[in-house]
């Protein structure tokens, strides 16, 4: 019996586990066939969404980086009187 499909689940998937093994091994060191292996995904839904390499790792950064760094390093520190204290609790 087939699964049902959830492209964006599968993509997220795919994301999820490409961005553990880029923080782990880099990004010249992350072999996708270990991606795929980690999502239990076909090559040919990795390439569905991502023509190639350097497409997953412009929407690594995209979809998974940028949320953190806007929250981290561009939102002001929210309830602090002084916002160098707060910016040095911070790091």
């Known amino acids: ?10 993509r997220r998937a795919i994301l999820d586990a490409a961005y553990a093994k ?3 091994q880099g990004f010249q060191g992350a072999g996708l066939n ?14 569905h969404h991502f ?6 790792g412009y929407a ?4 998974s980086l940028r949320e953190y760094v806007e929250t981290w390093w561009l939102d002001p520190p929210e309830d ?3 916002p160098i204290a707060g910016f040095a609790a911070m790091l």
């Open 34 to 47: 270990e991606i795929l292996a980690d999502t239990e995904v076909t090559k040919g839904a990795l390439y």
């Open 60 to 63: 690594l950064v995209d979809e």
């Open 80 to 82: 602090v009187e002084d």
């Open 51 to 56: 023509p190639n390499k350097m497409a997953l």
């Open 22 to 24: 880029v923080r782990r």
């Open 1 to 10: 019996m087939k699964r049902p499909r959830n492209a964006q689940a599968t």
